[in-house]
């Protein structure tokens, strides 16, 4: 099955962050929520967000955000569009999805009496009825009823893919007009689909769109950030506007150093030295050598690297009006195993060149250098592990390794940048692979 919990689901309380809870919601970006009018019930009011399945994430306050009271007017839904007053990029958003078909099963998770905790009820989707959908529950008992409104409908689960919004509870409806679902003959709930908010809300259906993310890039770079054995150097080309802009904005706040391009290379030498541990009494020492103005490295500056390797992003290389000083500095950090990730707006823009030949080459070559000799002491110590190392076999048993080292040297050879680090990338993969078979990962 899928995941179990999702960030993106949210409980609302009215009043202040002790309120009392009053319904549901969804996390659409980290800026975005999602509920229904009636739950917020005034356009001025403010309304408290809770990450009711992950702890570690703050309340935050919310309230609706220009054009976003979609209750009035022709045509007018009990949507309301929330602007958080403070972002969540640490939450995953919801995953949007316009699609929508009878006999689609689905669920959606409330906050009625007695379960602030959460409830789950299952259903299928049903007819239309004007603009909201109907959802069949399988028995009354299972019909959403307050402290659902605003609450995901969400397609099932699987492995490998994850639920995915579709629509908003916003009602429920009994034939005899009973307080509760299972006191009437029939009863049914209704949603109102994310294709119809889309076609009220400009900001969801920028969400929502085909383009609205790029999945790819987002899984890419997560993987990076989560795992420091990836290259300690990465260049990405990312268009502004595009949807693999919207999720690097997401990721920013992963990075321990944001640098924009165009801004103070002063700052960012000062957010750099904030990871570093250095003697008292010299700051100015490294910070002068930072920006260029000494020539020579302060001692040991190489072991004042963090235990754990500080990322900078810079956002906009190639927006820098003078690249070069900029390379420079990022090439002095790198003395410290900072990780760099370099986002440029357009391929081959300034400072492209350089930062591949003065940056992402040098970098990689040090990293299949480093895991070279990670596979030879792994190699060496499975076979004494195995009993096998004795004077006649010594030679034989970090073969692998050995191997992959005269490929390295090879690689001193090649003359194109392209074609190197093309085959530098090659080499990684495999020592990482071997390394992972070794149990080294």
């Known amino acids: 099955m899928g995941e179990l919990r999702a960030d993106w689901r949210l409980r609302l309380r009215r009043e202040d962050a ?3 809870v009053c319904g549901a919601g969804v996390l659409v ?19 408290w967000l809770e990450f009711a399945e992950n702890g570690g994430l703050e309340p935050v306050a919310a309230r609706v955000m220009p054009g976003g009271w979609l209750a009035e007017g022709p045509g007018g839904e009990d949507v309301a569009v929330l602007r958080l007053d403070s972002p969540r990029p640490q939450a995953r958003r919801a995953p949007l999805d316009t699609r929508l078909w009878g006999g689609m099963e689905v669920y959606a998770t409330g906050y009625a009496e007695g379960f602030d905790d959460g409830m789950s009820l299952w259903g299928r989707i049903g007819g239309v009825s004007g603009e909201r959908v109907q959802l069949d529950a399988v028995t009354r008992s299972e019909v959403v009823r307050a402290g659902f409104s605003g609450a995901a409908v969400c397609t099932r689960p699987e492995e490998g893919r994850p639920a995915r919004v579709v629509g908003l509870v916003v009602s429920w409806r009994g034939d005899l007009g009973a307080a509760l679902p299972e006191d009437n003959r029939l009863s049914f709930s209704y949603l109102i689909p994310v294709g119809r908010i889309a076609e009220l809300s400009p900001v969801v259906k920028e969400l929502s769109g085909p383009g609205a993310w790029d999945h790819g890039f987002e899984e890419r770079l997560t993987r990076w950030f989560d795992d420091p054995d990836e290259d300690p150097v990465k260049i990405t080309v990312v268009p502004p506007g595009s949807g693999k ?3 690097l904005r997401h990721l920013l706040h992963r990075a321990h150093v944001v640098h924009r391009g165009g801004a103070s290379r002063p700052e960012l030498i000062d957010h750099a030295l904030d990871q570093v541990t250095f003697p008292p009494g010299e700051y100015l020492a490294y910070w002068d050598w930072l920006r260029g103005a000494k020539a020579r490295r302060p001692e040991r500056a190489a072991d004042r690297a963090p235990v754990r ?17 900029l390379i420079e500095i990022l090439a002095r950090l790198r003395v410290f195993g900072f990780r760099l990730l370099l986002v440029f707006r357009h391929e081959g823009g300034p400072g492209w060149a350089a930062s591949r030949d003065l940056l ?11 895991l070279l000799d990670r596979l030879q002491r792994a190699e060496f110590s499975r076979a004494i592990r195995r009993d096998i190392v004795d004077s006649a076999s010594l030679g034989s048993v970090t073969e692998t390794a050995d191997r992959h080292r005269a490929t390295r040297r090879l690689l001193d050879d090649v003359r194109d940048p392209q074609q190197q680090l093309a085959r530098l990338r090659a080499l990684i993969r495999t020592l990482r692979a071997d390394l992972s078979r070794c149990g080294d990962r």
């Open 18 to 20: 002790h309120g009392p």
């Open 29 to 47: 970006d980290q800026y975005t929520a999602l509920t229904c009018a009636h739950v917020v019930r005034r356009p001025d009011a403010v309304m």
């Open 245 to 247: 802009d919207r999720s």
């Open 309 to 325: 390797p500080v990322t900078v992003l810079v956002d906009g290389l190639d927006e820098e009006p003078q690249p070069g000083p």
């Open 360 to 370: 992402l080459r040098p970098a990689l070559l040090h990293h299949a250098d480093t």
